[in-house]
């Protein structure tokens, strides 16, 4: 367990927001293009998929935040 701070942290929340930021930008930009002449309730659920995709890798990153590691840890046995 972290005891006291690091960089990571506010390094890891700069990088995350620049990273959603182009993501979004990217979908912006190159998704209603391909969609445009869709159904609008099939535009409504591809643009919710793509609001949640990005959720994905998030767990992982935060982890790294916390503890500086990829990887999950082994759960510690209990005494």
């Known amino acids: 367990m972290r005891t006291e701070p690091t960089l990571r942290i506010p ?3 700069l ?3 620049a990273a959603l930021t182009a993501y979004g930008l ?3 930009a190159y998704v209603p293009p391909h969609i445009a002449d ?3 309730l099939a535009q409504t ?3 919710l998929v793509l609001g949640i995709v990005w959720i994905a ?4 990153f ?3 935040m916390e503890t500086g590691r990829w990887r999950r840890m082994a759960p510690r046995a209990k005494d």
């Not at 890798?57 to 992982?60: A, D, H, I, Q, V």
């Open 11 to 13: 390094l890891g929340i």
């Open 15 to 17: 990088a995350m927001l």
């Open 26 to 28: 990217i979908v912006a």
């Open 38 to 40: 869709w159904p609008t």
């Open 45 to 47: 659920v591809a643009y």
């Open 57 to 60: 890798p998030l767990g992982r």
């Open 62 to 64: 935060l982890q790294w």
